[in-house]
């Protein structure tokens, strides 16, 4: 294990923000942590953890530690009469390891094919797209106590996932560091096609309905609506869909009977963040490097040179608009380091 010093990260981040980290290591065993942990020095740096950079807003200078989770490797671990459990190690690419479950005929991460990021960070955010959420199939998460070292095991149940959230978002945060996750994928598959264009595009290009063409027709979906980060920087989406209660949507849903919702739990309702920031008039604008994407109003885009405040400007005004508009909070997606 080797720590470097004012690690360039700007290749590390999905928006392509330009970023240093005072300090920088790789972890590939569980026991790199306990060096890191039993050094004094180290240990009075702040740490930071870093999968693949998909959901982070990064500053120019990252004080204190970054620890880039690096270890990899999945394979079947046990099976039931119904499901394959299969393990997959923190830092492996999520996609790749979606597509190696499809080649192996384990059924259920179909929808969330081409999710930029890694595998440790997907339960973190409860990263969710077509109808399906990293929750429905995650059976447990092994985590490394960043104080001790130790391993601990998180049920699903210990996640308090809801969307795009997580134990470790919220109580969990800054305490563990995700190593490997397990999932519950069934034998038999069940396709989830009722969200969006995938029926569509799995009948436009005359492909049977099983899950390889739901995960096909996903990667095309997306590819048409979504920048490719490695083309244009940008960290999906950059707002979460806001909750609302049913009279503020009924309120709205008046003077916009094209606004566009979704009943959501206990009389509330889901808005589609991007519906409202497209008719606040931000798809396609830009201010100063960054700017709202032209085809999909709630990916934030760097055209090139951005800092985070670009970025947080930027998102400022854009939530402020849609407030003095919609009267609706929209929060962001990204973590601020
Ligand atoms: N819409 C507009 N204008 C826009 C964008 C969207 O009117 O510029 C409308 C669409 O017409 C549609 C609705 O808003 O009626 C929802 O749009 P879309 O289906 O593209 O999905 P989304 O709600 O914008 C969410 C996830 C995505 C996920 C897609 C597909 C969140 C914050 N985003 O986007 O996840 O891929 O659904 O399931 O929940 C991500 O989190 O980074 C991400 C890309």
Request: a neutral charge.
């Amino acid at each position: 294990m080797q720590l470097h010093t004012n690690q360039d990260l700007s290749s590390s981040n999905t928006l392509q923000l330009r970023s240093q980290a005072e300090h920088y290591v790789e972890l590939h065993t569980p026991e790199d942590l306990h060096s890191l942990i039993n050094d004094s020095q180290i240990r009075k740096m702040t740490w930071k953890i870093l999968g693949g950079g998909s959901n982070l807003v990064l500053p120019f200078k990252v004080q204190g530690l970054v620890l880039k989770v690096a270890n990899q490797g999945w394979s079947l671990i046990n099976e039931d009469a119904d499901h394959w459990f299969v393990k997959a190690q923190a830092g492996d690419v999520w996609n790749e390891f979606v597509q190696w479950t499809l080649t192996q005929g384990y059924w259920g991460l179909e929808n969330l094919s081409l999710i930029p990021g890694t595998v440790g960070a997907a339960p973190i955010q409860n990263i969710g797209a077509y109808g399906v959420e990293v929750k429905d199939s995650l059976w447990e998460v092994t985590c490394l106590d960043l104080q001790s070292g130790e391993k601990k095991v998180f049920s699903n149940k210990e996640c308090h996932f809801s969307y795009r959230d997580s134990f470790f978002k919220q109580e969990g945060a800054g305490k563990y560091l995700i190593w490997d996750v397990t999932f519950r994928l069934p034998k038999k598959s069940t396709l989830r096609l009722e969200y969006g264009d995938i029926r569509k595009e799995v009948e436009r290009q005359g492909w049977s309905l099983d899950a390889r063409s739901v995960s096909k027709a996903v990667i095309n979906i997306r590819q048409s609506k979504l920048p490719d980060p490695k083309v244009i920087g940008n960290a999906g989406s950059f707002f979460k869909n806001p909750i609302v209660a049913q009279e503020l949507r009924d309120q709205l849903l008046a003077t916009y009977p094209n606004l566009v919702s979704f009943p959501y739990e206990q009389g509330q309702f889901k808005l589609a963040a991007g519906w409202l920031i497209d008719r606040a008039g931000w798809k396609g604008k830009q201010l100063g490097p960054v700017g709202m994407y032209e085809k999909q109003a709630l990916v934030l885009v760097n055209h090139g040179g951005a800092t985070a405040d670009d970025v947080w400007e930027l998102a400022h005004q854009v939530a402020l608009d849609v407030k003095n508009k919609f009267a609706v909070d929209i929060e962001p997606e990204p973590i601020r380091w």
